[in-house]
């Protein structure tokens, strides 16, 4: 009984955490390591009203084969949606955490999505093997200590005409990580600018985050 009381309080002060965005990290912090724990936090359908998910996928205008990269995967929260989205293409969940990427995976088969697939990522990249037509970030760019050169590497591994998507909390919203480390989206624009990147367009419909969407500019 008290094992099972401890275990709901762990539970209950994850969902806490996310309430207000996810626990800050960085990459080698494991405090994501417990995925089924996670699982109940990150996918809870509460969450869709404010992260509105498929509004946020149909905004990108997938080709039915594009190739998608979903850089901090987690439990597969935007992964499983886009890689039903995409039933010709491809999309990488990728995660540093190592049991992230075991529950992905895991997920994957169970779900019945041939299409999905989990790797673990580093801290300066995603470490792809192959192109992508489009790297997604959503709610983990501030987690990323380098963004710049991550950025770069981001770029090396697009096709032509591919694109990087951001979905990260305002700087006043009522969720996310603490506001000393949230991204601001001008410094993200300029960050993005330096890697070799240019705003293509801009998504207001969400209540707590910006969504802004980039491709490489002319050289």
Do not use: C
């Not at 540093?96 to 999905?116: C, I, P, Q, T």
């Amino acid at each position: 009984m008290r094992r099972a009381l401890a275990g709901a309080l762990a539970v209950l002060a994850a969902a806490a955490a996310f309430a207000q965005g996810h626990a800050h990290r960085g990459p080698a912090d494991h405090q994501f390591d417990d995925a089924e724990r996670w699982a109940q936090v990150f996918d809870d359908p509460a969450r869709d009203a404010w992260q509105q998910p498929d509004a946020v996928i149909r905004a990108l205008k997938l080709a039915p084969d594009a190739v998608v990269a979903d850089i901090g995967a987690g439990t597969g929260y935007f992964a499983v949606r886009l890689a039903r989205a995409v039933p010709k293409g491809r999309v990488i969940g990728v995660d540093v955490s190592h049991d992230m990427v075991r529950y992905l995976e895991e997920r994957a088969k169970r779900e019945g999505l041939a299409n999905l697939s989990a790797q673990l990522g580093g801290a300066d990249g995603p470490g792809l093997a192959a192109p992508v037509d489009l790297t997604l970030f959503v709610d983990v760019v501030h987690h990323i200590p380098a963004r710049e050169r991550y950025f770069e590497r981001v770029r090396a591994n697009l096709k032509p005409g591919g694109r990087v998507a951001v979905v990260d909390f305002k700087m006043d919203s009522r969720r996310g990580p603490p506001p000393g480390a949230r991204v601001p989206p001008g410094e993200l624009r300029a960050e993005l600018a330096r890697a070799g990147f240019e705003l293509v367009e801009e998504h207001g419909f969400l209540p707590d985050q910006y969504f802004l969407v980039f491709r490489p500019a002319a050289r």
